[in-house]
């Protein structure tokens, strides 16, 4: 398991890239960006991008409307 904070608060993560984050979550299939550490994530690395404990992750959901 890997300890980290997301979006200010601590969360212990059972996977370890980016993609386990967004799964436990329940986000799949929405818009997001994600920043690990200060830096932005493309979503065609979040299956690749690996978590260790420590990182500080960001995840900003992207809202549509007029």
């Given amino acids: 398991m890997t300890s980290l904070t997301v979006n200010g608060d601590p969360m212990t993560l059972e996977g370890t890239t980016v993609a386990d984050l967004v799964a436990q979550l329940q986000l799949q299939g929405r ?3 994600v920043e690990v550490n200060r ?3 493309p979503k065609s690395e979040h299956g690749q991008h690996r978590l260790k404990d420590g ?12």
């Avoid at 990182?55 to 007029?66: K, L, S, T």
């Fill in 39 to 41: 830096d932005i994530v």
């Fill in 55 to 66: 990182d500080v992750v960001e995840i900003v959901h992207a809202i549509g409307g007029g």
């Fill in 31 to 33: 818009r997001l960006a």
